[in-house]
């Protein structure tokens, strides 16, 4: 893996609510013990429950990317179809 390492962690609450929701993306070396290696992922989190996407050893970057583009759609859409409801 190259030298380079991303983080962006956010919450997603406002800082009235008790929840604890946050998404964190991640690039870099990770180290367990002794070894050192590679981590690439995407973690979504709200109170009890935890969604983390990572990039298997077998996938590509590209593959990672795609796999992020589709659920970046999803949510996508499923924004413009609730703003299209809105609060009925």
């Not at 709200?46 to 589709?70: A, G, P, R, Y």
């Amino acid at each position: 893996m190259s030298d380079k390492t991303y983080v962006n962690r956010k919450w997603l609450n406002g800082d009235k609510s008790a929840s604890t929701g946050s998404i964190v993306a991640f690039y870099g070396e990770t180290s367990y013990g002794e070894t050192i290696e590679d981590a690439v992922f995407l973690e979504i989190s709200d109170c009890h429950c935890k969604v983390h996407l990572h990039k298997l050893k077998i996938d590509t970057i590209s593959d990672f990317i795609n796999k992020l583009k589709i659920v970046a759609k999803v949510i996508n859409d499923f924004i413009l179809f609730l703003e299209k409801i809105g609060d009925e």
